[in-house]
C-alpha cells in the first residue's frame, strides 16, 4: 500500500468514526449537562489510549520530548478540549445532521491556516474541494 493510499484509508476512517461521535453524542446528551459528558467521554479516551500505548510498547516519559514538541502538543490538547465542549454544547441544541457538518468547516480553516503558517501550497483542485465544503457550511448556516 502505498503511502498516498495509507493516509487516505486512515483519513476516511476518522471520518466515519466521527460520524459515529456525533451520532452516538446526540443519544448521550439527552439527559446530562454537555460539559459532564465531555468530562466523561475525557476520561474513557484517558483510559482506552494508556492502554493502547502501553500494549503496542510506545509509553515514553512526555517529559523527555522536545520543549517545542511538548508546548504543541499541550496547545493541540487545549484546542482539542475547547472543540468537544463547543461541538457537545452545538449537540444538545441542534440536530447532529446540522451540528457536524457545521463543524467540517475546520477542513477550510486548517487549509487557511495550513497555508498561513505552515507554508503549505494546496493545489488549485485541492482549493476547489476546499471551497466547496466552505460553500455547503454556508448553505446549511443560512435560515429557511
Known amino acids: 500500500m502505498s503511502q498516498t493510499t495509507s493516509w487516505f484509508h486512515w483519513a476516511l476512517l476518522s471520518a466515519c468514526f466521527a460520524a459515529l461521535t456525533a451520532i452516538f ?21 484517558v483510559f482506552v489510549l494508556t492502554a493502547f500505548v502501553a500494549m503496542t510498547g510506545k509509553m515514553s516519559n512526555p517529559l ?9 502538543l499541550v496547545l493541540s490538547a487545549l ?20 451540528v457536524a457538518p457545521v463543524d467540517k468547516l ?27 465544503v466552505g460553500a455547503g457550511v454556508l448553505v446549511l448556516g443560512f435560515r429557511r
Open 64 to 72: 523527555a520530548l522536545p520543549p517545542s514538541t511538548l508546548w504543541f
Open 106 to 132: 475546520s477542513v477550510v480553516l486548517v487549509a487557511v491556516f495550513a497555508f498561513a503558517f505552515l507554508h503549505e501550497r494546496p493545489s488549485p483542485r485541492e482549493w476547489l474541494g476546499i471551497a466547496l
Open 25 to 45: 453524542a446526540k443519544l448521550g446528551l439527552q439527559r446530562v449537562d454537555p460539559d459532564f459528558a465531555t468530562l466523561i467521554r475525557t476520561v474513557v479516551i
Open 79 to 98: 484546542a482539542t478540549g475547547a472543540s468537544w465542549v463547543c461541538y457537545f454544547r452545538a449537540l444538545q441544541l441542534g440536530n447532529a445532521s446540522q
